[in-house]
């Protein structure tokens, strides 16, 4: 899954800040000495839009206001102003154009602890196009979620991703793409950038959501999705050693929505039949949506 670290170069990206447009080219910059910069006093979401819809893009912009709040920040706009940039954005594109859409508000003070009046907001919206439907391996790895009381994991934070580029890092080293992450009880968390589904005997396990790791939205709305088709999807603790007896697994995530997992360690799995319905059911879904 290269494409979530992948370069963008080649691709145009818009920013937004300060009140206009710019295209990245004209290279704006935070000061290097905000607690932003330097003490990872940072929220960010991320939304998509491809094929003339956003998905979910209400709920992706109202989350980075939340993950801001959640770690002590004083947000400036609120998710209904943030999304009608991040559609302004979207309209400065050719129709269609598949987009990476990125809120961020960041620590602008330079103090270690503020009054939080001090928040800067950015949105960037940079093409990004949709990746196909392959399969990716993946491995375990020693480093772990935090538990909620070590880190601010109820909010899509940037100083929480050190720590996941760490064990992205340690199990590509092993050979694999990326790594499956356990929370600090050694219970299954998610892999390295997504959220992890695994199907057994027709039936769909998913972590259960213990505060280690983020309940995404693009999650939520797969849950959502194949329980309205009629599947059992259980949400549970999930010891590492079923992986290796899965039948299928897929992750999701914004960037790639719902992506195979086709090896974990020795399990080699195929690209199986609940996996295709659920991109699927999530790509008829987003069809219907308006951008």
């Known amino acids: 899954m290269k494409e979530l670290h992948g370069s963008a170069a080649g691709l145009r990206t818009d920013v937004w800040m300060d009140g206009d447009w710019q295209d990245q080219d004209n290279r704006f910059f935070i ?152 929370d600090p009880n050694g219970n299954v968390a998610e892999f390295s950038f997504s959220n992890l589904f695994m199907v057994k005997d027709g039936v769909v396990h ?4 213990n505060g280690t790791f983020l309940n995404g939205i693009t999650r939520q709305r797969t849950i959502a999705l194949l329980r309205d088709e009629g599947l059992t999807v259980e949400e549970r603790t999930i010891d590492f050693e079923e992986l290796l007896h899965a039948d299928e697994m897929f992750a999701t995530g914004n960037y790639t929505k719902i992506k195979p997992c086709t090896r974990v360690e020795d399990n080699e799995m195929p690209i199986g039949e609940v996996t295709r319905r659920a991109r699927e059911l999530y790509w008829d879904w987003a069809a219907r949506q308006n951008a």
Not at 206 to 209: A, C
């Open 31 to 182: 000061d290097p000495a905000s607690n932003g910069f330097w003490l990872g006093m940072t929220a960010f979401d991320g939304a998509r839009a491809f094929d003339g819809c956003a998905p979910d893009l209400d709920r992706h912009c109202a989350r980075v206001v939340t993950s801001a709040e959640r770690l002590g920040l004083r947000p400036t706009l609120t998710g209904p102003e943030i999304e009608k940039l991040a559609r302004e954005g979207i309209a400065r594109f050719d129709p269609g154009t598949a987009l990476y859409i990125c809120p961020v508000f960041t620590g602008d003070c330079l103090a270690v602890i503020t009054d939080n009046d001090d928040t800067r907001f950015m949105l960037m919206v940079r093409e990004a196009p949709m990746p196909e439907l392959s399969g990716f391996s993946a491995g375990a790895t020693p480093q772990r979620r935090p538990s909620r009381d070590m880190a601010p994991t109820d909010a899509k934070a940037s100083c929480l991703y050190p720590n996941v580029i760490r064990g992205m890092r340690a199990a590509q080293e092993r050979g694999f793409d990326q790594g499956v992450v356990l």
């Open 206 to 209: 998913t972590p259960v959501e």
